[in-house]
């Protein structure tokens, strides 16, 4: 099932936010599966979600960090996280005269994408199969704190969500993003019914910051290195990982997380996932490996978008989800 929203794609420039990022992959990914006729697709309503509150953030978040979301100090927490002021204070990509809409609805708009992603995991489970949501993967957001363009934690909000309502015990998350899931490491890192694996680029952001006692440096339960021109490696190396958590793990998940950023695709255009370049024919062999993975141990399973950027990302979702639909 492959669950797609029209309106949750960011509108950077409505905000001010100068940001040369483009975002129509959902989109692309959306109507070429639909033009090839393939079997499962749904556009969800914006209406129709139930919105996520303070407590479902509160699973994954300080209340600190939440009443400060929910208050008046929403607009400096967005433009941290958003990168959006320079070491010398000053606006940094930034130009609030140029905003139509305020940062409530920014938040608001946030708040729909997570709703989004925990609809998807919910629909996993009824299913007791498979969803791609064509969004979501806000896995830099810490406990306290917004990071990375996450603002908020979707993955483990919508997981805890499902534990509270009883419908799962334990999960994974399996992160493939060219970045490592360091806020989903950070909140996770002493709650043992979640656990984590992390495949990334050695060197570069976050792992780049010199505070060794930095939030980023916490780790996760599998933690896979990739060095600069070891991509040989690469999928040997996330198949041992993924071999070596179900051995760690003497009670098997319920259910998993994939995601599934295509950042490491070696056409991706965001400066800082340069340290790490699969090829399209990698990128595929890699969704498949992790796919099958769960699906040969009749695990649910919600796959994420996260990160991939520029105009070729949709591509490596597409040729993903083309192979595995009727």
């Not at 399996?174 to 979640?194: F, L, Q, V």
């Not at 600069?228 to 009670?251: A, C, I, K, M, P």
């Amino acid at each position: 099932m492959i669950l797609f929203h029209p309106e949750l794609s960011p509108r950077w420039g409505e905000y001010g936010i100068l940001i040369p990022l483009r975002d129509d992959r959902s989109k692309r990914v959306y109507e070429h599966l639909r033009t090839l006729g393939k079997k499962g697709l749904i556009e969800l309503d914006r209406n129709g979600l139930k919105l996520l509150n303070k407590s479902d953030l509160e699973r994954a978040h300080s209340s600190d960090f939440v009443e400060k979301l929910y208050g008046d100090q929403l607009e400096s927490e967005i433009l941290e996280c958003f990168e959006l002021i320079d070491s010398k204070g000053k606006y940094h990509r930034y130009n609030p005269a140029l905003a139509k809409r305020d940062w409530k609805d920014f938040f608001q708009s946030i708040l729909h994408h997570a709703s989004a992603s925990k609809f998807s995991m919910e629909k996993a489970l009824e299913d007791k199969g498979f969803t791609f949501f064509l969004g979501g993967g806000m896995h830099h957001a810490r406990s306290d704190k917004g990071s990375g363009f996450c603002l908020i934690n979707d993955i483990v909000i919508g997981l805890r969500a499902l534990q509270a309502e009883n419908k799962i015990k334990s999960a994974w998350v399996i992160d493939t993003d060219a970045h490592k899931g360091d806020g989903t490491a950070e909140i996770t890192c002493k709650d043992p019914s979640i656990k984590t694996l992390s495949i990334h680029m050695k060197k570069g952001w976050p792992l780049d910051h010199p505070e060794l006692n930095h939030p980023s440096k916490i780790p996760s339960d599998v933690d896979i290195e990739m060095d600069v021109d070891e991509e040989e490696f690469y999928l040997e190396r996330l198949r041992q990982g993924l071999n070596h958590l179900w051995t760690l793990s003497l009670d098997k998940p319920d259910f998993v997380v994939v995601n599934a950023g295509v950042d490491p695709y070696e056409l991706d255009e965001l400066p800082s996932t340069k340290l790490l370049k699969l090829s399209k024919e990698q990128m595929l062999e890699r969704d498949l490996l992790v796919y099958r993975f769960f699906k040969e141990r009749n695990i649910p399973q919600c796959w994420l978008m996260s990160g991939g950027y520029g105009q070729y990302s949709w591509e490596i979702y597409s040729q993903f989800l083309e192979s595995i639909l009727e």
